[in-house]
């Protein structure tokens, strides 16, 4: 199991090295350049270099490049051209509340999703799965930005109950912890219809397969409960397809989604990356890059440890 | 699963709607989408404007018809290229020897990991974006996952016996992927090949409501999505709703299609 996963952080880690690689060549052989973002598109040429000069982008790429992986290993990701805040305060800034969005929306998709699933395995072929299973397909073709509009233009909109975008309300001057829970309602439930569907299909499907196997008969025969036989022991085995997918979707919870949060101008770490690409603040950009490479990477790996401890036999494989 | 019977016929029949709305559609109904009509603009739907008119006074029905043809020459030329892309690198993948299988795989990987979305602003910066290099962009991108999947099939399926015979018997390789493979994987590939057509009308669509994909004055359902939610206080509904029911149900069909398809071939084998 140890050697296993070691193995997995090794070849990963290698992945990881490669990607932001590629990601810093990309990023500074792309024409145009930040200086003309800060300076903006009718810059002298002699203002241009100058900047370029004080931000280090006049030194040969290959420098660039080992300096980037110096200031790392001491510990700094440079300085924002945009914003001239250092990178990490930056990022930590957004990923707080993509942390606080995604943690949401995920936590309320898995409950969701364990108990759609639970019912759609119990009473698999019949109406109630029958409806689940519409909710699920329509849910699972239905394109994010679509879903978001339709939240806003009836809820913010129509109706006037919740607020439309932003995290806080600009026309208080303490708009404190309640406006921004208002803030996160239509997002959190844009992400949380959408991650619902895949997440419950795959469950349900397990639950099901489970219900059908020979252990489940002994059980009933020797006179355990239905529910009892339900939660502790079906219930285990099929949380297994759902772990994984929650392994693939942890770096979700530290990115974002750049489509839901630019609909709710949420400042998210998906915003911020997609702002920082448009602008060619390189620093950040590949900052981040590097976080979900490497979320991805111990995403997978959780992924297989929770798999691991549900059951062993799954370490071999 | 437990899809409700029928669900092929329900995604073809969608399908085909959609398609004819889009790509025949536009050529029958009269109105010019780029005529301004200022005096009326951002009218809900009457007998004149049948869907209503945007905020620079202009029919909406024809938007949203020109729309979907600017969304589904580049969406299905796209997907083609990425279908044919991934089936390629997913047979030479899959027949090529172990170590070159190992690090073809390897740069897969990586191609999998890098984010679509720095992929394309990297192109987008190097080239204008126009319908030939969005194919070609959205093409790029789109092309592992089926690449990935072929490979799988394919070394599945050499190990079975009669692709051994094949093997002892003299064949090359590429007879072998002509000739026993591809007749082997062509479920998958429809199937595959189905989602892809899906996607690529879910990547551009997403694109242009980014502002990259298709460039105004043209419009596409995705960046009328987007214009139509810079005024979503005024309560535009009639703007949100085709636009976006259009690319949901695209999705839709694609995806009942391929799920109808993997269910009759499932069950017939």
New interface residues.
Partial sequence: MISMILRRAASSSL??F??VT??FF??H????GPAYSILGQKATLASVAQVNARLGLDQPLLKQYGIWWWHLAHGQLGYSYLLNRPVGALLWSYERNTLVFYSAAITLSTALAILLGLA?GVW??RWP??LI??FQ??F???????VA??L??WF???LGWLP?SGITDLRSAHPGLGAYAAHLVLPVTTVTLLTVSPLS?YFG?AVHEELGKDYVRTARAKGVGFLRILFAHVLRNALRPLVTMLGLSFPYIFTGG??VE??FNYPGLGWL??RS??AQDYPV?IAI?LI??LL?VIGNLLADLVNGLLDPRASYE | ????RGSLAAGLALGGLILALGLVAPFLYPADPYALHPAQALQAPSLAFPLGTDELGRDNLALVLAGGLATLVVALPAAALAFAAGLAYGLLAGLAPPWADKILM?LL??VL???S???L??FA??VPLNNTSLILLLGLISWPGLARLVRNETRAQRGRDFIFAAEQAGAGRLYLARAHLLRVIAPVLVVNGTFMV?DAI?AL??LS??GLGVQPPQVSW?SL??T??NI??L?P?WL?LPP??L??GS??A???TGQGLLRRWGEAR
């Fill in positions: 992945s990881v490669v990607l590629l990601v990309m990023a052989l792309t024409p145009g759609q698999f072929g799965a029958r299973g519409a397909l329509g699972y073709a239905a394109p994010p930005f679509f509009a339709m806003v233009l913010a909109v129509q439309a299909r499907e750049v489509i630019s609909v990356m997609w690409a448009l950009l890059v979900i490479g991805t | 699963m437990n899809r409700p390897r990987d990586v990991a890098l984010p979305l720095i992929v602003l990297f910066a190097l899906g879910f669509s997403a409501f980014l995705g999505l987007e139509a939610l979503i206080a309560d509904w949100i976006g029911l690319v949901f999705l839709l694609a995806s009942l």
